[in-house]
């Protein structure tokens, strides 16, 4: 019996010009999406490499200089992209690519592509993760929500209930009919991703598990509205309000919820203007170590503390020069206001992100979004990693430069060069995105409302389901 | 027959509880995102405030040092943040340069979450380098924000939608169709009657939540500026419906209406935008902000080469300056000024580059926007808020103007080692954002009435002309 709805409902589908339609636009969509995505990830991928490349070129070859001039020299860490930012952007547009690595200061990741862009692009780009996002649950909503009233308006309704069918059957046959369209689609953008990317030449590393995940999540978020759909086309009398009512549950999932959520993280938990954020730094900071200022009071008690400690009584007779000494003990001070500060910051990112955990029961848009982003890299929290892991980067360079400046030279001398040679030996800034693992654990209440939006949505399907 | 057909629906609506859900909803809506604009406002204002207040206090501090030095008695500050040098006064001593809210700000967030809205030009820092993005969670960026201008442009035709899709469609579906035609009015007449009852219900609910808004959610009582909110929000509407209206007469059922209309709704609200931003990004890429920075990197290093260059011709030409200067920091700063400019030529080609595809892109979007309404709304309601992206290249435009200004003020001081007085406070400039002058909006709104209008008139012409009995039994 089952099989028997299956089968009728889906030569139903593919006889309904509609859905033939509708199917067609999706694909094509999806198809030229990919196409641009794909080419966009290539020219950002090269312009990477070549820039990266470039800047440490650069900083190999800025020949004979005093360690600290090179330390304000600085250098460039550049964000990569990662293979799955074909299908899912999500925060890249809006995030900094490029950070200043220098003596004293943490930079901001600078140049986001959108404070590039015209107004227009905030509708929204034609991205694979906004067809998948926002079409597919449209079309699942075309597809599904006719499915209980139009047998309640031909009458056949009365006729499937003297088959003695058990409501149940019922609908699993069209839940059945309803999904596997759509787990089609979902299997093809997959496999054709997954086949773009493994022929892609070696930019980054493209994991296999990591598009599974993706699969997965985004085949629960479809599973989730085709039951919603299925549950209002049940509980309504006419096709036509079922469709409203479905289109209205699509509109605040998907577009009313996260905009709503967005205002109340921000009220919630505010972050600070950048000038504030500056402000707040710059006051921490000159309560410190200033490591250019002799005259600071800090760095005169590091001064005498020094002096006990090496039990001399001048800076001169010191085995290191001091000053470079005392501009790494500033730094160390500069690095300790970053992280307190950032900290903050991260506080607040956290509070936003429960805020949005907390909405998600409204909406199963939400934790899909959430998951499919960290999955791809392409969420805030890779982007806080990366911008971590400059800084930890940053930490270490200073502390390179300044043991070399303390090393080689005597207190005082600031006329000291380093050879050319010394840049080299500084490593490249590597940076690798988090694993899977890692990904998913940090997600784990964004997979725990999907799974209970799933397992809710299915229950409410099959136990309140009723043929009348 | 006509005043009894208005009449008529006008109870069915009443009744059928249609006016007591569209209104309730519209001014949830309407409420709750003024309320979000307005709390963005209020912040944007108290961070501006408090800048200034930042300021004052520091320039009273920088007043009771000057009048230490001046009075030759010891100060305790850094040496070379001490405002008897110029330079000090123009790095550490900086002014506020803000980009205040205007009237209407709370409409629309338009790319008001992408930028600052304050900064403090400093005399050392390059332009190049003023960071004019803000902090902000990346994730509200992508989501957007539950403002008006998003529930007029996203929300309202959905909501047009479902209250017009079938006011043909449902009279036959429920049978009383037959009963109408049997009156002496032409179905088309009534369907176009049915809508303009819709229509006008919607405009003036619209109107009336509009001005509660602004008269009690929003302080100061901006009429103009409603007046322009609501003549928009009217086309808009208006557009709207002549599509229902269209689609009502020549689609057949219900749930075909809906979809087709809903069909209409993404192409031109979801599709056409992001098809249009697409290709403005394709036709005019913009360039590698990555190579960017090595091309500035080299350039620096070229000017910091010439830039000794550049100090010993200096030198030469004001042998009293820096020879044998024990104070090093002026002599970093006089050879910094100087070829400060020379970098900045160097970089000028490089970012201008930027700007000129932005123009571009701009120009291709300004051209097909009549593609879609609903970027016309936006980008109106944008513009009318001032937080457009013109709005934002016009401050960013003005602070650097601006830092020339600070620049040039306090240079000549620095060349002929003049100090800085507690007398020259006074003559320090200040900024003063002037926002772009309004242009008329009325036009734009008024093409998209006419379109509508066309819309409407074509459908009612070719129902007219075609068979009236097939739209009764269809």
């Known amino acids: 019996m089952i099989r ?385 892991a400059a800084e930890d980067y940053r930490i270490r360079m200073q502390a390179f430069l300044n043991n070399d400046f303390a090393k080689n030279s005597s207190h005082g001398d600031w006329s000291y060069k380093a050879e050319e040679a010394t840049w080299k030996k500084l490593p490249a800034f590597e940076y690798s995105p988090p694993q899977l693992a890692e990904i998913l654990s940090r997600n784990s209440s964004n997979i725990i409302v999907l799974v209970a939006w799933l397992l809710g949505s299915f229950s409410f399907l099959f136990i309140t389901i009723k043929l009348r | 027959m006509y005043r009894y057909n208005f009449l008529y629906e006008f109870k069915l609506l009443l009744r059928s509880g249609w006016m007591q859900i569209l209104s309730l909803l519209l001014l949830g809506l309407f409420c709750f995102a003024t309320i979000n604009g307005n709390q963005k406002v209020l912040k944007r204002k108290q961070d501006i405030h408090s800048a200034k207040v930042e300021v004052k206090e520091s320039d009273a501090n920088m007043l009771s040092l000057l009048d230490s030095v001046e009075n030759g008695m010891e100060v305790s500050a850094s040496r070379w943040t001490i405002p008897s040098s110029p330079t000090a006064v123009g790095n550490y001593y900086p002014r506020v340069a803000a980009m205040d809210p205007q009237p209407l700000s709370f409409v629309s967030t338009g790319q008001s979450d992408l930028f600052t809205h304050y900064v403090k030009p400093t005399m050392a820092g390059d332009d190049f380098t003023l960071n004019f993005t803000e902090i902000i969670s990346p994730v509200q960026q992508l989501f957007g924000s539950f403002d008006l201008a998003f529930v007029i442009v996203y929300l309202l035709p959905l909501i047009i939608i479902a209250f017009s899709y079938n006011i043909l469609s449902a009279e036959r579906e429920s049978g009383s169709l037959k009963l109408l035609a049997s009156q002496p009015i032409s179905i088309h007449t009534w369907v176009l009657q049915k809508i303009s009852l819709r229509f006008l219900l919607t405009l003036i609910l619209t109107v009336i939540i509009l001005t509660i808004v602004f008269v009690f959610l929003v302080s100061g009582n901006n009429f103009k500026g409603l007046f322009d909110v609501i003549i928009t929000t009217a086309a808009y509407i208006l557009f709207w419906f002549s599509l229902a209206f269209a689609v009502n007469l020549r689609v057949g059922d219900s749930s075909k209406n809906a979809i087709v209309l809903l069909g209409l709704w993404v192409v031109f609200v979801l599709l056409v935008p992001s098809v249009l931003n697409q290709l403005g990004n394709t036709l005019y890429p913009m360039p590698s902000r990555t190579l960017m920075i090595n091309k500035m990197r080299n350039l620096k290093e070229e000017a910091t080469e010439k830039q000794d260059e550049i100090l010993d011709n200096f030198l030469r030409d004001h042998p009293e300056y820096a020879l044998n200067d024990p104070n090093q920091s002026r002599q970093f700063y006089h050879r910094y000024m100087a070829s400060q400019k020379l970098v900045k030529e160097k970089l000028e080609p490089v970012t201008l580059e930027f700007e000129r595809q932005l123009e571009r892109q701009q120009a291709l979007v300004s051209k097909f926007r009549w593609l879609s309404p609903a970027i016309i709304a936006q980008e109106s309601l944008n513009i009318l808020s001032g937080t457009s992206t013109a709005d934002y290249e016009n401050y960013r435009k003005q602070v650097i103007g601006f830092a020339e200004t600070w620049r040039n003020h306090l240079t000549p001081l620095l060349y002929n080692n003049e100090p800085f007085t507690s007398s020259k406070y006074g003559e320090l400039p200040s900024f003063n954002y002037h926002p772009i002058r309004l242009k008329n909006n009325m036009i734009a709104s008024l093409i998209i009435m006419i379109v509508s209008i066309g819309i409407g008139f074509v459908a009612y012409m070719i129902a007219f002309k075609g068979n009236v009995s097939k739209l009764i039994i269809s």
Not at chain 1, 8 to 31: N, Q, S
Not at chain 1, 268 to 278: D, G, I, L, M, V
């Open chain 1, 4 to 388: 028997n709805t299956f089968i009728k409902e889906i030569t139903e589908l593919a006889r309904d010009g509609r859905v033939k339609i509708a199917f067609f636009i999706v694909l094509v969509l999806l198809g030229i999406s990919t196409w641009i995505s794909s080419r966009q990830y290539n020219s950002t991928n090269q312009q990477y490499a070549e820039a990266k490349n470039a800047e440490r070129s650069i900083w190999n070859n800025q020949g004979e200089k005093n360690p600290h001039s090179a330390a304000h020299y600085g250098t460039y860490a550049f964000k990569p992209k990662y293979p799955l930012s074909l299908i899912d952007q999500g925060v890249d547009k809006y995030a900094g690519t490029s950070i200043f690595l220098e003596a004293h200061n943490r930079n901001e990741a600078q140049f986001s592509q959108a404070a590039d862009q015209t107004g227009l692009a905030r509708f929204g780009d034609l991205t694979p993760d906004f067809i998948l996002l926002f079409i597919i649950p449209l079309l699942i909503v075309l597809l599904g929500y006719n499915a209980f009233t139009k047998e309640r308006e031909m009458r056949t309704l009365v006729l499937i209930k003297s088959q003695g069918i058990a409501p149940w059957k019922l609908v699993l046959g069209k839940w059945t009919a309803l999904f596997l369209p759509i787990l089609v689609i979902m299997a093809l953008v997959i496999v054709g991703a997954g086949i773009i990317l493994s022929n892609l030449e070696d930019f980054g590393v493209f994991r296999w598990s990591n598009l599974g995940i993706l699969f997965l999540v985004y085949i629960c978020y479809y599973i989730v509205f085709v039951n919603l759909v299925l549950i209002v086309s049940s509980k309504s009398k006419k096709s036509s309000i079922s469709l409203v009512l479905s289109l209205a549950i699509w509109i605040i999932a998907c577009f009313v919820a996260p905009k709503a959520a967005s205002n109340f993280a921000e009220t919630k938990h505010p972050y600070p203007t950048r000038q504030e954020f500056a402000a707040n730094i710059l006051k921490d900071k000159q309560e410190g170590l200033d490591g250019h200022d002799p005259w600071n009071k800090q760095a005169k008690l590091l001064e005498q503390e020094v002096l006990r400690e090496y039990n001399v009584d001048s800076l001169h007779q010191l085995p290191f020069n001091f000053d470079a000494y005392r501009m790494q003990k500033g730094e160390e001070h500069n690095a300790e206001v970053y992280f307190k500060h950032y900290k903050y910051l991260k506080s607040q990112f956290e509070g936003q992100t429960k805020v949005y955990v907390g909405l998600a029961t409204l909406s199963p848009f939400l934790p899909t979004r959430f998951l499919s982003m960290g999955v791809a890299n392409t969420d805030y929290s890779t982007h806080w990693d990366f911008s971590d």
